[in-house]
């Protein structure tokens, strides 16, 4: 026996799409909080100090938590191509810009400390907003874009064609997904901070955090509504589809209508738990940001992080990017994954790999631990 053939290419296809929202969950609670933290950076610190305060406590561990992204655009390219081509396409200006905006950060870490003089180091604060803020926009107008469908087509060679243009992206209910992205990473944030910093940087985040979690209840909320309403249409395979298939979306026929991206919940009603978990996230969160209770906080804040990108996945399954323009070419789990061979190989890299990440990243985060403060700052001159 062939040693991937130990795993059928049906399963092994829904541990990638398991995975790949596994990585992006990564990203989200990880980084999240450091976009968090630098979009609150311009509000949480009144002066030098108090910014090189919320700039410290993310400092030493930001650039681990960015692998999480590599690791999801590396997953993307290898598992499942044919997304890849698509979004990377279609998406390019988006992406560009959310990836220019991301460059600024490491340099603003880097040079901010560089001159004392209060105008060289502002100007690097809002360089570091901005490189926090944009990202947290684009990528949640993109998952928008992806619930409303993408206008691309596939003809009978499966040679990709996208047919829309930048600005067409930035739709109200994109927008509203890109609001509550931001809104999401602002209350981990806040969280964050409230965690990990002492004084008026932590006061100030538990307010802001505050705001960002009620903002997060309702914009979640008005998203789900949207869906509901028949606002925004999913979309529904009409046709037998062979899990075991090779890729080829177009061996199916697919329908858009309202209502679609909710039929798992009934078929499915312990999904719900999903979307159930992003509001009572929230609301702990809340209620944590104001009782000052720091470990229920944060840990509420990770659950509704979990629980919004969740249900984007399990809403839309089998889908991971569906066309508007022809349905039938939709890109599903079943007929736009790489080969078994490669899902397999794939899968046994990150079996190995995965948990040594894991484990380093918890040793980092246990070595560096600890409150950060004014004082402690102060006593560190180069500190950033």
Not at 70 to 77: H, T, V
Not at 94 to 114: N, S, T
Not at 257 to 279: D, K
């Amino acid at each position: 026996m062939i040693l991937h053939e130990l795993i059928d290419y049906s399963t092994l296809k829904m541990i990638w799409w398991a995975l790949l929202g596994v990585l992006l969950i990564g990203f989200a609670v990880t980084d999240g909080f450091d976009m968090g933290v630098g979009s609150l950076l311009p509000f949480v610190g009144r002066n030098d100090t108090e910014r090189r305060v919320a700039i410290a406590s993310v400092a030493p561990t930001w650039e681990g938590n960015q692998v999480w992204l590599i690791l999801g655009g590396g997953a993307i390219f290898a598992a499942w191509p044919a997304l890849y081509a698509v979004s990377f396409s279609g998406f390019y200006l988006a992406m560009f810009v959310a990836l220019a905006a991301l460059i600024l950060r490491p340099v603003a870490f880097k040079y901010r400390d560089k001159n004392p003089d209060p105008t060289w180091r502002s100007r690097w604060d809002w360089a570091l907003f901005t490189g926090s803020f944009v990202p947290a926009l684009v990528f949640g107008v993109a998952v928008g874009n992806t619930l409303t469908g993408v206008p691309f087509t596939l003809n009978r060679d499966l040679r990709i064609a996208y047919e829309g243009s930048f600005f067409e992206l930035f739709t109200p209910f994109a927008l509203l997904c890109g609001l509550l992205s931001v809104a999401m990473l602002v209350m981990h944030g806040g969280a964050w901070l409230a965690l990990r910093t002492e004084g008026v940087v932590a006061t100030r985040g538990r307010r802001y955090g505050s705001f960002a979690a009620i903002a997060v209840i309702g914009l979640f909320a008005l998203g789900g509504l949207a869906l509901w309403s028949g606002f925004v249409e999913g979309y529904r395979i009409t046709s037998v589809i062979d899990p075991e298939m090779q890729a080829n979306p177009l061996a199916k026929t697919t329908v858009k209508e309202a209502g679609s991206w909710l039929l798992n919940y009934s078929a499915h009603p312990l999904l719900l738990v999903f979307p159930a978990l992003g509001f009572i996230g929230a609301l702990g969160a809340l209620i944590g940001l104001n009782t000052r209770m720091e470990a229920l906080t944060f840990l509420a804040s990770k659950l509704s992080v979990v629980g919004i990108i969740s249900t984007v996945g399990v809403s839309m399954f089998p889908f991971i990017l569906p066309s508007s323009i022809q349905p039938e070419a939709s890109l599903t789990v079943w007929d736009s994954p790489s080969s078994h061979s490669t899902l397999f190989n794939m899968l046994v890299v990150t079996v190995i790999f995965l948990p040594l990440i894991l484990a380093y990243t918890a040793y980092v985060y246990k070595v560096l631990w600890g409150k950060v403060s004014e004082e402690s700052v102060n006593r560190d001159g180069s500190h950033y």
